[in-house]
Nanobody
Framework: QVQLVESGGGLVQAGGSLRLSCAAS????????VGWYRQAPGKERELVAA???????YYADSVKGRFTISAGNAKNTVHLQMNSLKPEDTAVYYC?????????WGQGTQVTVPS
């Protein structure tokens, strides 16, 4: 079992920045991928960024050049630095880990960028 705790969401004006953090605990020995997803009202959940244990990084086209995913200094922590935020980035952001073939989800953190 893996437990995920997200933090860092909030309300920010367009053009501003936020940093989301995801801290994993429990049996984290076999985590292969950590990803950030988001879900806006009325839309499907989408992958925003992901990082693998081998260091491969993926970004959705909509966030390339604005968002950065990275491993934190604290063990089993991953950050999502979000710059130049836009109203269309408004969503609930979820941390996801793939651990021994099983997906685990955090509770989500709200990011709101007013138009």
């Amino acid at each position: 079992q893996v437990q995920l705790v997200e933090s860092g969401g909030g309300l920010v004006q367009a053009g501003g920045s936020l940093r989301l953090s995801c801290a994993a605990s429990g049996d984290t020995r076999c985590i292969s991928t950590v990803g950030w997803y988001r879900q806006a009202p009325g839309k499907e959940r989408e992958l925003v960024a992901a990082i693998t244990s081998g260091g491969t990084i993926y970004y959705a086209d909509s966030v390339k050049g604005r968002f950065t995913i990275s491993a934190g200094n604290a063990k089993n922590t991953v950050h999502l630095q979000m710059n130049s935020l836009k109203p269309e980035d408004t969503a609930v952001y979820y941390c996801n880990v793939l651990n021994s073939g099983v997906n685990y989800w955090g509770q989500g953190t709200q990011v709101t960028v007013p138009s």
